[in-house]
């Protein structure tokens, strides 16, 4: 799922890189919301420096008419919520890139292809307990919402979530 190589090496560095550039990463599997009523089986990473985290999801679909990858990265600032050390609330900003390939051919004989980005206001919940010296579990549900008049939206607010659970390192 990992198609874009800026992002996948972004990912690899910091699970490699020492303290000084992340103090948790992290690799998970999840469901995102596609439409009212839909789930999609997603891969989820995260890069966290300090309170900021770089959360993203990505999804795709593919059958005989068409060919679908979404990816809903989000840069977040996080905090403890109240006494927990593994309890944190998120805010920030999130973003919504899909791309579309629709295998049926026009007059010229090509696929016809759109990409569409939208940004918003993204939340989350994440418990982040520690499994062993350096080992985390991370459960996040994440949620977007996207203001109308974007390339995806036109007249109505949109909203994504994610549901996601992974392990991650910390340094």
């Known amino acids: 799922m990992l198609k874009s190589p800026l992002l996948a090496g972004t990912f690899l560095f910091a699970m490699l890189s020492p303290s000084a550039l992340a103090i948790q990463s992290g690799v998970g599997g999840g469901v995102v919301t ?3 009523d839909r789930l999609m089986p997603a891969v989820n990473v995260w890069i966290r420096s300090s309170s900021i985290v770089f959360e993203s999801s990505f999804t795709g679909e593919k059958n005989s008419a068409f060919t679908q990858q979404t990816a809903f990265p989000q840069l977040s600032w996080s905090t403890s919520l109240g006494k927990s050390k593994t309890l944190e609330g998120s805010f ?7 791309r579309t390939k629709i295998n049926t051919y026009d007059e010229s004989g090509e696929s ?3 990409s569409s980005t939208s940004a918003g206001l993204a939340l989350g919940l994440h418990w982040t307990p520690l499994l062993g010296k350096d080992l985390r579990l991370r ?3 994440n949620s ?3 203001p109308p008049g974007t390339s995806v939206l036109y007249l109505t607010f949109g909203h994504m979530q994610s549901m996601t659970a992974g392990l991650g390192w910390e340094f």
């Open 112 to 114: 016809k292809q759109k």
């Open 139 to 141: 459960m996040s549900w």
């Open 92 to 98: 920030g900003v999130g973003g919504l890139v899909s």
């Open 34 to 36: 596609v439409g009212d």
């Open 144 to 146: 977007m919402f996207i």
